[in-house]
T-cell receptor, first 114, second 112 residues
Framework: EPEVTQTPSHQVTQMGQEVILRCVPI?????FYWYRQILGQKVEFLVS????????KSEIFDDQFSVERPDGSNFTLKIRSTKLEDSAMYFC????????????FGPGTRLTVL | AQSVTQPDIHITVSEGASLELRCNYS??????LFWYVQSPGQGLQLLLK??????LVQGIKGFEAEFKRSQSSFNLRKPSVHWSDAAEYFC??????????FGQGTTLQVKP
């Protein structure tokens, strides 16, 4: 069964460093998402991506964040200069079609900023 | 503003007992509604979804949920809980742009 994959599973970085979180969505999906979950808190929407551009972003997704689909398979989230409060689990998700169809989630990348 | 409330942060039930997890949402129109489950250290797995039609929807692992428009609720139920159901459960309406808006989650503990 096709699944969303994410690498790395755990990333440790120093404050101020750039990190890139990688996701491989399901191959015939068209809509891509990043969410994050700070420890003990709810899952929060960051950004959605369709047709090679951002379709929606939350107020969390400021200038320090960017997303890219550099080729036909990868979907990346870059944090330019990490802060302590960026420590969280980051989930990638993808869906095939119209709103209301299921989003499939990856296993997440745990980002720890020291 | 769109919002979702899961009033119960933590629920403990005995194995074999019935379960109901509450979810209330605030939306301009009927949203698409989802329940996801997250086991410790795992990602999010879809349990069930409601788009339209029959207001009682069946999901995986014996779960069901009922959409009640008059109460803006989409409560999750299971007639007999198994120890493996211990996890965190998230109700998540979806806007017409597709993003999911997650509730705070309900942690389910199952007593033997």
């Amino acid at each position: 069964e096709p699944e969303v994959t994410q690498t790395p599973s755990h990333q440790v970085t120093q404050m101020g460093q750039e990190v890139i979180l990688r996701c491989v969505p399901i191959s015939n999906h068209l809509y891509f998402y990043w969410y994050r979950q700070i420890l003990g808190q709810k899952v929060e929407f960051l950004v959605s991506f369709y047709n090679n551009e951002i379709s929606e972003k939350s107020e969390i997704f400021d200038d320090q964040f960017s997303v890219e689909r550099p080729d036909g398979s990868n979907f990346t989230l870059k944090i330019r200069s990490t802060k302590l409060e960026d420590s969280a689990m980051y989930f990638c998700a993808s869906r095939k079609g119209l709103a209301g169809t299921e989003q499939f989630f990856g296993p997440g990348t745990r980002l720890t900023v020291l | 503003a769109q919002s979702v409330t899961q009033p119960d942060i933590h629920i403990t039930v005995s194995e074999g007992a019935s379960l109901e997890l509450r979810c209330n949402y605030s939306y301009g129109a009927t949203p698409y509604l989802f329940w996801y489950v997250q086991s410790p250290g795992q990602g999010l797995q879809l349990l069930l979804k409601y788009f339209s039609g029959d207001t009682l929807v069946q999901g995986i692992k014996g779960f069901e949920a009922e959409f009640k428009r008059s109460q803006s609720s989409f409560n999750l139920r299971k007639p007999s809980v198994h120890w493996s159901d211990a996890a965190e459960y998230f109700c998540a309406p979806s806007s017409n742009t597709g993003k999911l808006i997650f509730g705070q989650g309900t942690t389910l503990q199952v007593k033997p």
